[in-house]
C-alpha cells in the first residue's frame, strides 16, 4: 500500500459558518492506494474527536499503526488496491491542519490561541472540500467516519449533495444531544480550570513535558463514555493494583491505572485548545442548522446513506441512528440502517471493525454496480 | 415535627476496616419526631454521596429543605407522627462529623488532611451503630437510604443482622462496579490535579471564596450520571443561553449554563478531601469483603430487604438491585425487588419520591405487622 502524507496551503479565504475568515490556511492530510485515471476511486475518510490524518499504515518506528488499519489497507474493508482513500487531519486539530497552535500569519511568532475562530463540522467538511477541488476530485465513491468522523459524512451528503456515491456515517447522530454537550463540557471545564492553561497561552512544550492534569482529566472523563461499562467489567473487574495498598488514599484498581495511565499519556500528544476548540464543533453540530427544519436539510441529501450504529453505544445511541432513518423515509431519500450486536460501546467503531469491515466493502461494491 | 441536631463525641477509639483508629471521634446527627418509651419507633436514614444528616426539615433562613424532606415529615411516606427518624452525617464527610478537616487533636490547629485514614461503608456504619447504642437504641425498624446510603442499609444488614426489622436499600448496588470507580477516579483526579489541592493542605475559606474549578469539574462529571440523557433532554434540550454568542468559544448552552452553577457552586458547600474520601469508600464497596463469597455474605442478612431501583438508573443499574435479590433467592433471604418505571436517572431517589413514598409508607406498616 503506497502511503503519502502532504500539507495543502491555501492563500484564498476560508469563509466560516461564523462569519469569521481564516487566510491563509493549510489542511495536512494522508492517502492511501493509487488514484485512477478517471479519479473515480477515491474514497474520503473522516476522523472523529482525538483521530488524525494517518488512518491507515505505520510511521517508520511507530509501535501503533493508523486508528483504522484494521479496515483501510490491501485486501481489507476498505480495499487500497481498489480505491484511493484520502484522510484528512480536520482544521482545528493539532496534527497538521491550522489550529488554534497555528501562527496567526506564516513565519508569525503570535499564535492564534484564544483568537482563533469557533469552527464547525460545516467549517471541517467545506475545508476538506475545497482540498479535494485542489487536486482535481469533484466527486468521491464514499465518505465514511465514525462519531465526529459521522457528522462530517452527513454534512458531506446535506452540504454538497452531489459529491459522494455513497455516505457510511458511523456511531454519530444528526444533532447533538444535550448529554452529550454536558460531557463536552466537563471536559472543556477540567482544562479551563486548571491554572496551566493560562487563559490559552500554556508554554506547549511544557505540557508535553510535565503533563497538563487538566487535559488528563478530560480523557478519562472521555473514557466514561468510550467504553461501556460492559467492557469496563471485562476489561478490568474490581482487580486492585498489586502493589498498591487497599486502604491507601491513593491506592488504586486496575481501572484506575488504566484511566491514569490513558489520561496522562494524553496531553503528550494532544493539544488542550485543539481539544476544546473540536468539543465545541461537536457541541455545535445540528445537521438542520441553517434549514427550516431537521427535514429540510434531509431533504438535500442526494446519495445513498448507509448508517451503521452500534447498540451499546453509550455516546451517540441507536435510536438517534434510527431517527435519521425515520427523516429519510420521510423525506423520501435512500437510507439503509445497519445495527451491530456489540456491548463494546461507543468506541466499537475502533474496535469491533470485523463486525462491520465486510459490510462496508459490501456497500462499496453495491454502490459502485447502482451508480449512474 | 420536632428537629434536633446534635453532636456526638467518643472518647473511646473507633476501630477501623483499615486497622487505623479513629480517637476520639465524633459524629453529627439529626433526629425527626419523638422516640417512643420503649424506643421501638426508630427509623435510620442513611444518605448518599454529598448528603447530609440533614434530611428533612428547614433551619432558620433555609431557601431549602433537607435533601429527603418530601418523604420524611408528619403525615409523609416516613411519618413522624409515628417513627423517630435519625440520619447521621457519615463519618468522613464535612457536615459535623470527624473528617479529613477536624483537627487530629480536640483543640489542635493541626488537621487530618490526607493523614486522615481511609474509611469504607463498613467503618460508617459501625460509627452509627456506636452512636445508636450510645442513644440506647438497639434496634430500629427499618434502615432507609438511596446510592451511597443504600449500601450502607445493605451493609447495616450483613454486619449486624439483628438491628433492624426491615431494611431498604434505594439506587443502589452490592459492589462498586468499575464503571463507577471509573466515574470515580475522575472526579478524584478532577480535584488533585487542581494545584490549588496544594497536596491535601488548600486554604478552606479561600476555597469557598474562591472557587475550586477541580472541584466543580469533579461536580459537573456526577451530573453526567445523576441525571439520565433523556432528563437532559426534557430539562435543557439544544437551547442556547440568550445572551451568549453561537460561535463564541465560552458560549454557553443551557445545560452549560446549568452545570456551570450547579458546579461552581459546589465548593460554597462541600470540601475537596471528603469528597475524595467519599468517593474512595464508594469504590471500595462490596458486600463481600472479608466473606469466603457474595453468598456467604447475603446469607448473613436476616432481615426483610426490599429492594427499590429505578429503571432509568445509569450509575447503578437496575441489573444490580436484580443480582442483589438473585442472592437473597438462592441463601433463602427474605427479599423483594420494586423496580419504578422512570428515565429521570440515578437521582430518582431523590427526585421522583411521589413514585415510591406510599411503598415505603406501605413496607413500614407491613414490615411492622411481621415483627416477631
Known amino acids: 500500500m503506497k502511503i503519502e502524507t502532504k500539507i495543502a496551503h491555501f492563500q484564498k479565504p476560508l469563509y466560516l459558518e461564523s462569519g469569521r475568515i481564516l487566510e491563509p490556511w493549510h489542511i495536512a492530510y494522508e492517502t492511501y492506494g493509487e488514484l485512477n485515471r478517471d479519479k473515480s476511486n477515491v474514497i474520503l475518510i473522516t476522523h472523529a474527536l482525538s483521530g488524525s490524518h494517518h488512518a491507515a499504515g505505520r510511521y517508520p518506528g511507530d509501535r501503533k499503526p493508523g486508528w483504522w488499519d484494521g479496515l483501510i489497507g490491501d485486501g481489507k474493508g476498505i480495499d487500497t488496491r481498489k480505491y484511493f482513500v484520502i484522510c484528512t487531519n480536520v482544521i482545528g486539530s493539532c496534527f497538521g491542519s491550522i489550529s488554534p497552535i497555528s501562527p496567526i500569519y506564516p513565519g508569525s511568532s503570535q499564535e492564534y490561541r484564544l483568537k482563533f475562530p469557533v469552527i464547525t463540522i460545516k467549517d471541517i467538511v467545506k475545508a476538506q472540500k475545497i482540498l479535494l477541488d485542489s487536486l482535481g476530485i469533484r466527486r468521491v465513491r464514499a465518505v465514511i467516519g465514525g462519531s465526529m468522523g459521522g457528522m462530517q459524512a452527513l ?77 469496563f467489567d471485562r476489561k478490568f473487574g474490581r482487580n486492585y493494583v498489586k502493589t498498591d495498598g487497599m486502604f491507601q488514599l ?39 442548522r441553517g434549514y427550516s427544519s431537521l427535514l429540510e436539510a434531509f431533504s438535500q441529501i442526494r446519495s445513498p446513506l448507509y448508517l451503521i450504529s452500534f447498540t451499546g453505544d453509550t455516546l451517540f445511541f441507536p435510536e438517534e441512528m434510527r431517527q435519521i432513518k425515520k427523516y429519510m423515509d420521510i423525506v423520501g431519500g435512500k437510507c439503509r440502517l445497519f445495527e451491530i450486536e456489540s456491548d463494546y460501546g461507543h468506541d466499537s467503531f475502533l474496535v469491533e471493525i470485523s463486525k462491520f469491515d465486510y459490510l462496508i466493502s459490501e456497500i462499496l461494491e453495491k454502490g459502485l454496480e447502482k451508480r449512474k
Not at 165 to 180: F, H, K, N
Not at 264 to 281: E, G, R
Open 155 to 231: 454534512r458531506f451528503g446535506v452540504d454538497f449533495p452531489n459529491f459522494a456515491d455513497i455516505l457510511i456515517p458511523i456511531a454519530t447522530t444528526y444533532q447533538t444531544r444535550p448529554y452529550v454537550i454536558a460531557i463536552n463540557k466537563a471536559m472543556s471545564e477540567a482544562i479551563k480550570g486548571d491554572p496551566r492553561f493560562k487563559g490559552g497561552y500554556y508554554d506547549k512544550e511544557q505540557v508535553k513535558k510535565e503533563g497538563f492534569p487538566g487535559l488528563a482529566t478530560a480523557r478519562m472523563i472521555g473514557y466514561l463514555n468510550y467504553l461501556s461499562p460492559a467492557t
Open 250 to 288: 491513593w491506592g488504586r484498581f486496575q481501572v484506575e491505572s488504566y484511566l491514569e495511565y490513558n489520561g496522562n499519556n494524553f496531553p503528550k500528544w494532544f493539544d488542550p485548545l485543539s481539544y476544546i476548540y473540536l468539543l465545541k464543533a461537536i457541541s455545535l453540530f445540528d445537521i438542520g
